[in-house]
């Protein structure tokens, strides 16, 4: 009798110890807010980065997929979803889905994978101490809009006059602008600036830049043309323009190249302060990184549909070319 009551005791006293060690185990929830769909190489990149840290996806670690189909506008209902699905942290791309997590929630962890330019956007106090619950990667590098202008001119020798396609909304508009006309001065190229402010201007930017007489259009980076890859490119097909893009994405749909961040390996990279914060770090004291690769990816499809001949050394120097 004496040793039935002593497991009775024993087993009121383990349950809650065992109940906790349940709680322990919790498979964590990361919530993805994106403007790329769930199946892109960035993301799964990303899915990448948490395998080799020993994160499995629908095991040690759940996945909730939120992406705006081409659509800025509901990023901030989106984010809100997640939000309320409790997840334990928000991986987001760019900068307005950086905006829509920030202004959905004070708690929940943020992790940049993507971000342009985190402190002028208010995002974080400093890139050494962000403060607050947002961290993560910036692909900030204004001064890449010079380097694709001389890509540019090695593709198109005579070139001249280039159509420089902004968001004009983006807070490092006047930084990446400033870069761009210092090189096209060295360069010799006069440049025409267009300035689009939301997906409606498109069509009045790519018809001033054929009236214009521009040779040639280089993007400069930002969260709006980066959400409207697709319908960009379908522009510049149908003008016949022959565009230098800022990430490779717009290449993979049809686009004649691109030169910036390899915007893969901030993903995957992003895996990492996914591991930190889950381990029980804090975003304000992890700093946010900046981007060490960059690539050089071509179309030789859309390059042979403009009638351009690719130089075989520029090939050579390529990092991706879609045949």
């Known amino acids: 009798m004496r040793l039935i009551v002593l497991i009775l005791a024993l087993s009121f006293i383990l349950a809650p110890l065992a109940a906790e060690g349940q ?29 080799d840290l020993g994160y499995i996806e ?72 962000p403060g607050g619950n947002i961290t993560g990667l910036t692909n900030l590098a204004p001064e890449l809009g010079g380097k694709r202008l001389e890509l540019l001119k090695e593709v198109i020798p005579g070139l001249s ?16 602008l400033r870069e761009v ?6 360069l010799k190229l006069q440049l025409q600036i267009l300035e689009v402010r939301e997906a409606n201007d498109f069509d009045s930017a790519f018809a001033a830049a054929q009236k ?3 040779g040639a259009i280089s993007t400069l980076a930002s969260a709006l043309l980066g959400g409207h890859r697709q319908t960009l490119v379908n522009f510049a097909e149908k003008g016949r323009l022959p565009t ?13 190249m691109s030169y910036g961040v390899n915007n ?24 946010v990184e900046q981007p060490t690769k ?19 050394l520029l090939l050579l120097r390529a990092d991706h070319v879609i045949q």
């Open 58 to 129: 629908g095991k040690p670690i759940l996945i909730e997929y939120r992406h705006t189909e081409e659509k800025p506008d509901r990023l901030p209902l989106l984010a809100a979803e997640l939000v309320r699905l409790k997840v334990d942290i928000i991986v987001v791309s760019g900068g307005l889905a950086t905006s829509a997590a920030k202004n959905a929630t004070k708690e929940i962890p943020i992790v940049m994978a993507i971000a342009g330019d985190p402190v002028g956007s208010g995002h974080v106090a400093s890139l050494r101490r």
């Open 212 to 214: 214009g007489h521009a």
């Open 23 to 51: 709680q322990a185990k919790k498979v964590p929830r990361i919530g993805l807010l994106l403007q790329a769909p769930p199946t892109s190489p960035q993301v799964e990149a990303f899915r990448q980065g948490l395998r």
């Open 244 to 256: 230098m893009y800022h990430s490779s994405g717009f290449v993979a749909v049809g686009g004649l």
């Open 181 to 186: 006309e210092s090189a096209a001065q060295a």
């Open 264 to 287: 893969v390996d901030l993903y995957r990279r992003a895996a990492t302060y996914v591991d930190k914060i889950l381990k029980g770090a804090k975003p304000a004291e992890l700093p």
């Open 161 to 176: 006059r280039v159509a420089i396609l902004a968001d004009s909304t983006n807070p490092i508009f006047a930084l990446q």
């Open 294 to 312: 960059f690539e050089l990816v071509i179309n030789l499809k859309t390059a042979k549909a403009l009638g351009l001949t690719i130089p075989p």
